[in-house]
């Protein structure tokens, strides 16, 4: 005598294989999707976003690459000099003054954009406070962000389009009287 068949049927090598190349298929889709979302994620990030232990890297030396002038709105009067390391090109852009633990009072970074747009810029792996001015391509500092906190992640923008961004150590600006709307004017070395 023949027992009733419990449960689901048995299966057969049909059904073995479809279940088998459903499953490649899935795994293959799953990995496709994994790719494209980390090719995605890394295509628009800037080199200054990639994450180096502060450990292994050396810290920079300030090299003086040319000088720059602040000068009075009105008067055209000088209130500061400042030695300064040039920053233009993306990789030097990017590096910026990251991992430098102290800058001298007299010296700064110019960074030398191709053309005039909205920048943005933080203070992710920089050590120092800064005063970050963004300025236009007439060289009139048009925005100034004072003291801005070491290792913020948060985003400086500069809304309006600067060709120029200059930094120097945190509290600068008040210390020199430079505000909105006065000038800059640098020679750069051969």
């Not at 990251?98 to 050590?127: D, H, P, V």
């Amino acid at each position: 005598m023949n027992k009733p068949h419990q449960g689901p049927n048995p299966p057969n090598e049909e059904n073995v294989t479809r279940y088998s190349s459903a499953r490649k298929m899935l795994v293959i889709l799953f990995i496709v999707a994994v790719i494209i979302a980390l090719v995605y994620w890394l295509r628009d990030k800037p080199i200054s976003e990639t994450y180096i232990p502060e450990d292994t890297v050396e810290e920079p030396k300030f090299v003086k690459e040319g000088e720059l002038a602040f000068l009075e709105k009105n008067s055209t009067d000088t209130l500061a000099h400042i030695a300064i390391e040039v920053a233009d090109d993306n990789e030097q852009r990017s590096q910026g003054l990251m991992y430098r633990s102290r800058m001298e009072e007299t010296t700064g970074m110019l960074f030398i954009f191709e053309q005039a747009r909205a920048q943005n810029f933080w203070m992710k792996n920089t050590k120092i406070p800064l005063d970050i001015m963004y300025v236009d391509q007439d060289s009139v500092i048009f925005m100034i962000y004072k003291s801005v906190m070491p290792y913020s992640e948060k985003s400086i923008p500069s809304i309006n389009e600067a060709l120029y961004v200059v930094e120097v150590n945190g509290g600068f600006s008040n210390r020199h009287k430079i505000q909105q709307g006065d000038k800059i004017v640098f020679d750069v070395f051969d």
